[in-house]
């Protein structure tokens, strides 16, 4: 797999990941039982989704796991200040700069 098809698998893997637990946070809080059961049972499907996509390449599943830390991290503050209006804080941001370093240390670590 190249590292570009790689990477894609990634980033889809978290929006998957970030969407589903959103749609299960929507499920949670939905006002009728009909609204919560679907979106609950789509929130699975997408989790599920989720499990399936990034186990099925044959990679290193350690190296490029952390590399995925990195996209869920940035995926899910857009869904939550999108879909929550929970913006950033300012130690989220400082916490995230640390995150993404580490998945540059990575990636440099990769080549």
């Known amino acids: 797999m190249s590292r570009w098809s790689a990477l894609s698998v990634l980033l889809l893997a978290a929006v998957l990941e970030a969407g589903g637990d959103a749609l299960v946070r929507f499920g949670l809080h939905a006002p009728t039982g009909w609204s919560r059961a679907g979106l609950l049972g789509v929130g699975a499907v997408v989790l599920f989704s989720y499990g399936y996509l990034v186990n099925t390449p044959p990679w290193d599943f350690g190296r490029l796991l952390g590399l995925y830390v990195v996209f ?17 804080t300012r130690m989220v941001y400082i916490g995230g700069a640390f995150i993404v370093l580490g998945g540059l240390i990575l990636a440099a670590g990769s080549r």
Do not use: D, G
């Open 72 to 88: 869920f991290f940035v995926v899910a503050q857009v869904i939550a200040w999108l879909a929550f209006q929970q913006a950033p």
